[in-house]
């Protein structure tokens, strides 16, 4: 059975850093992605990553603030965020599939989710 577990969601002020990570069990995948959702508004692309980690993609909104990782050999995924914004708060989920680099930023595309983390950021 597939898993995807975040953790290292939090309650932060402007300008601080977060790290959240995304423990993956059951299967590899092709690629990851981080969404989030903000109360009332739709779930969007945040960043993704290729299997080996050779491409990644942004939304113009985190470009330059946010990278993802990936340490295959840990089956985890990594979002470092700098320079959080208030703006930034929202649930942020993890998702794998199979998707190919033009689909990364496409929900659609990811079959499986996790629970997702809760990430504030204070003005």
């Known amino acids: 059975q597939v898993q995807l577990a975040e953790s290292g969601g939090g309650l932060v002020q402007a300008g601080d850093s977060l790290r959240l990570s995304c423990a993956v069990s059951?299967?590899?995948?092709?690629?990851m992605g981080w969404f989030r959702q903000a109360p009332g508004k739709e779930r969007e692309f945040v960043a993704a990553?290729?299997?080996?980690?050779?491409?990644?993609d942004y939304a113009s909104s985190v470009k330059g603030r946010f990278t993802i990782s990936r340490d295959n050999a840990k089956s985890t995924v990594y979002l470092q965020m700098n320079s959080l914004k208030p703006e930034d708060t929202a649930v942020y989920y993890c998702?794998?599939?199979?998707?190919?680099?033009?689909?990364?930023?496409?929900?659609?595309?990811?079959?499986?989710w996790g629970q997702g983390t809760q990430v504030t950021v204070s003005p």
């Open positions: 990553i290729s299997r080996y980690g050779g491409l990644t």
């Open positions: 059951g299967r590899a995948f092709s690629n």
């Open positions: 998702a794998a599939g199979l998707a190919i680099p033009s689909d990364y930023s496409k929900k659609e595309k990811y079959d499986y």
